[in-house]
Nanobody
Framework: QLQLVESGGGLVQPGGSLRLSCTAS????????LGWFRQVPGKEREGVSC?????RTTMYAEAVKGRFTISRDGSLSLQMDSLKPEDTAVYYC??????????????????????WGQGIQVTVSS
């Protein structure tokens, strides 16, 4: 059974950078499409970015386009630059197996993902 663990969160000043990582146990990530989601108290979980099994398809929420970069190389990463206070949230990595559809990922469909990390806090504040 795939288990995911996020790392790299913390407190950063506005304009700063953080790099989140997501590592797997129980299986490798090679066969999974992957996503990053975030959630603040009282709001629904929202999609931040996703990447297909092949790595050829990436998608970003409008709010993070040009500032965040998703990548995969055995593990999953999210490079977050030019951070804003509104990026403050708990960030989750997630995975689903798309079978032979190697260029598929879902940016906003929480229900498409069946493996989730426990989440990690990112706080952007001066």
């Amino acid at each position: 059974q795939l288990q995911l663990v996020e790392s790299g969160g913390g407190l950063v000043q506005p304009g700063g950078s953080l790099r989140l990582s997501c590592t797997a146990s129980g299986d490798t990530l090679d066969s999974y499409a992957l996503g990053w989601f975030r959630q603040v108290p009282g709001k629904e979980r929202e999609g931040v970015s996703c990447i297909s099994t092949s790595g050829r398809t990436t998608m970003y929420a409008e709010a993070v386009k040009g500032r965040f970069t998703i990548s995969r190389d055995g593990s999953l990463s999210l490079q977050m630059d030019s951070l804003k206070p509104e990026d403050t949230a708990v960030y989750y990595c997630a995975a689903f197996n798309p079978g032979a559809v190697y260029n598929l990922c879902f940016l906003s469909t929480v229900s498409a993902y069946d493996s989730w990390g426990q989440g990690i806090q990112v706080t952007v504040s001066s």
